[in-house]
């Protein structure tokens, strides 16, 4: 808090960790010994500078860019690009932490980072975006690699701008590597990358039911945002016969009590991602309820899937879900509940899975993608697939182990904030001991 006053989102994920840690690290005075806690929440570098582009009627823009490579303890830095106006340090140094924990999750070798710019891409032509990437790329392709740090998307960069930014990296570093993930699949792209931060949420939550012998078929699924985890999350739930009542953006909440239907489904991607709409137009074309700064919280269901942005789900609303009979949530964005919501779930003693174990499976194709890029190969969808589930269901397993707690009213046993908490503390503190005070 002395240090950096003004990190009010980096304090609650590095608060979340440690209390969750604290009475784990009683049994290894070793951790002490080696600043080891003072040496997570440390970035290993961070990198800042300017990203100066010029707008359609020929105006000069200066936005400011960033990378935190916090850890690289057990593999590459590995993160996603963030842009959007409400990108500082503080909230890169955040996701950049949280990031460190959920890679070692995914079984895989990756160490973790964060980056992005402050740069809005909503109401941007092709253009600017593209010359807004090219200008970021100019900074950022000397401190990224395939065997160094690969970044990825996150809200605000999809498709679009990863492809003008690996395509300026391209051109800059004279090579053609995977140093990024979430590529087209005509340059070095993974199946079901763009779908794995959803699909591996839903089997996350299929995991979690499965503790309390339920399943998915008739839940009412309460989801938020209608980006790229919030799209596939979708998806996934009407195909495992969930009825998915709520999608949103930052304007307001889309609320039909029947369930999506694939129809809307198909409308809400092409208005999202093609003419990169409202979803208020999704409600008026179907005529369905739109509440204008509503949120999906306000609305009955069984299960929340905040997939939006941090700090989106607040006490209030925690105490909302709770006395409509909601009975599970799981965070498909990054931090979505504030402390205080957390606390909810845990006195309600309903299931609540953090995003660092719930949104993994995203980075974890990422690893697969890295993977087929340096063994020059490409795996069919249902390979991919299958090793996602198969990951998630791993991370769930870790949850389980690290986090068993006595039956509560709800014959909740698993506490799954200190099981992945504790579960990827203990791969990064082996490998940070290992490799001594650096
Ligand atoms: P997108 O940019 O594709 O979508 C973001 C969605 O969230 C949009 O609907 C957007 O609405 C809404 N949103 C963004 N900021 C706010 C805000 N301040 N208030 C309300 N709504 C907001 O991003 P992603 O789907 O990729 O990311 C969503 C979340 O998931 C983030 O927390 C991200 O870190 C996390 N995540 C993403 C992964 C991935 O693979 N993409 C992997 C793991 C986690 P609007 O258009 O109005 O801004």
């Given at each position: 808090h002395e240090r950096d006053p003004d990190q009010p989102e980096f304090h609650q994920a590095v608060e979340e960790v440690m209390s969750s840690l604290s009475s784990y690290l009683e049994a290894y005075p070793e951790c002490h010994s080696q600043g080891l806690l003072e040496r997570l929440v440390e970035p290993e570098r961070v990198i800042q500078f300017r990203v100066p582009w010029v707008d359609d009627e020929g105006n000069v823009q200066v936005n400011r860019g960033f990378r935190v490579?916090?850890?690289?303890?057990?593999?590459p830095y590995k993160g996603g690009l963030r842009f959007h106006p409400s990108v500082n340090l503080g909230v890169l140094k955040f996701l950049a932490f949280e990031q460190v924990f959920k890679n070692a999750l995914t079984t895989l070798p990756l160490g973790g980072a964060k980056g992005g710019a402050d740069?809005?891409?909503?109401?941007?032509?092709d253009g600017e975006v593209m010359r807004f990437c090219q200008s970021f790329m100019t900074e950022m392709y000397r401190h990224?690699?395939?065997?160094?740090d690969v970044p990825a998307g996150d809200i605000g960069v999809g498709p679009r701008e990863i492809g003008y930014m690996y395509g300026m990296y391209r051109k800059l570093a004279n090579e053609v590597a995977?140093?990024?993930?979430?590529?087209?699949l005509s340059y070095g792209g993974s199946c079901i990358r763009p779908e794995a931060t959803g699909y591996g949420l839903v089997y996350f939550v299929e995991e979690m039911l499965k503790t309390q012998?339920?399943?998915?078929?008739g839940m009412k699924v309460a989801v938020s945002g209608a980006g790229n985890v919030a799209q596939h999350t979708i998806y996934k739930a009407m195909e495992m016969e969930?009825?998915?009542v709520t999608l949103s953006d930052s304007d307001g909440t889309v609320y039909n009590p029947d369930g999506f239907t694939s129809e809307q489904w198909d409308f809400l991607v092409e208005l999202k991602n093609?003419?990169?709409?409202?979803?208020s137009e999704l409600a008026e074309k179907f005529d369905l309820e739109y509440g204008k700064?509503?949120?999906?919280?306000d609305f009955p269901c069984d299960i929340a899937l905040p997939?939006?942005?941090?700090?989106?789900?607040d006490e209030d609303a925690a105490k909302k879900l709770i006395d409509n009979g909601c009975i599970c949530v799981a965070e498909?964005?990054?931090?979505?509940?504030t402390a205080g919501a957390v606390e909810k779930f845990r006195q309600a003693d309903i299931l609540f899975a953090p995003g660092k174990a719930a949104n993994a499976g995203g980075v974890a194709v990422s690893g697969l993608e890295m993977a087929q890029n340096s063994m020059r190969q490409h795996w069919s969808e249902g390979e991919v697939d299958s090793k996602l589930h198969e990951i998630m269901v791993s991370i769930h397993h870790a949850c389980q182990r690290h986090g068993q707690v006595g039956k509560g009213s709800n014959n909740r046993s698993t506490d799954y904030v200190t099981g992945a908490n504790v579960a990827a503390f203990i791969k990064v503190a082996d490998a940070m001991l290992a490799q001594g005070v650096v």
């Amino acid at each position: 808090h002395e240090r950096d006053p003004d990190q009010p989102e980096f304090h609650q994920a590095v608060e979340e960790v440690m209390s969750s840690l604290s009475s784990y690290l009683e049994a290894y005075p070793e951790c002490h010994s080696q600043g080891l806690l003072e040496r997570l929440v440390e970035p290993e570098r961070v990198i800042q500078f300017r990203v100066p582009w010029v707008d359609d009627e020929g105006n000069v823009q200066v936005n400011r860019g960033f990378r935190v490579q916090m850890s690289s303890a057990i593999g590459p830095y590995k993160g996603g690009l963030r842009f959007h106006p409400s990108v500082n340090l503080g909230v890169l140094k955040f996701l950049a932490f949280e990031q460190v924990f959920k890679n070692a999750l995914t079984t895989l070798p990756l160490g973790g980072a964060k980056g992005g710019a402050d740069f809005d891409p909503k109401g941007k032509s092709d253009g600017e975006v593209m010359r807004f990437c090219q200008s970021f790329m100019t900074e950022m392709y000397r401190h990224i690699g395939a065997d160094l740090d690969v970044p990825a998307g996150d809200i605000g960069v999809g498709p679009r701008e990863i492809g003008y930014m690996y395509g300026m990296y391209r051109k800059l570093a004279n090579e053609v590597a995977g140093v990024f993930t979430g590529k087209g699949l005509s340059y070095g792209g993974s199946c079901i990358r763009p779908e794995a931060t959803g699909y591996g949420l839903v089997y996350f939550v299929e995991e979690m039911l499965k503790t309390q012998e339920k399943t998915l078929n008739g839940m009412k699924v309460a989801v938020s945002g209608a980006g790229n985890v919030a799209q596939h999350t979708i998806y996934k739930a009407m195909e495992m016969e969930a009825t998915v009542v709520t999608l949103s953006d930052s304007d307001g909440t889309v609320y039909n009590p029947d369930g999506f239907t694939s129809e809307q489904w198909d409308f809400l991607v092409e208005l999202k991602n093609e003419r990169r709409g409202r979803v208020s137009e999704l409600a008026e074309k179907f005529d369905l309820e739109y509440g204008k700064g509503a949120k999906p919280w306000d609305f009955p269901c069984d299960i929340a899937l905040p997939c939006a942005t941090q700090n989106e789900l607040d006490e209030d609303a925690a105490k909302k879900l709770i006395d409509n009979g909601c009975i599970c949530v799981a965070e498909g964005a990054n931090m979505p509940s504030t402390a205080g919501a957390v606390e909810k779930f845990r006195q309600a003693d309903i299931l609540f899975a953090p995003g660092k174990a719930a949104n993994a499976g995203g980075v974890a194709v990422s690893g697969l993608e890295m993977a087929q890029n340096s063994m020059r190969q490409h795996w069919s969808e249902g390979e991919v697939d299958s090793k996602l589930h198969e990951i998630m269901v791993s991370i769930h397993h870790a949850c389980q182990r690290h986090g068993q707690v006595g039956k509560g009213s709800n014959n909740r046993s698993t506490d799954y904030v200190t099981g992945a908490n504790v579960a990827a503390f203990i791969k990064v503190a082996d490998a940070m001991l290992a490799q001594g005070v650096v």
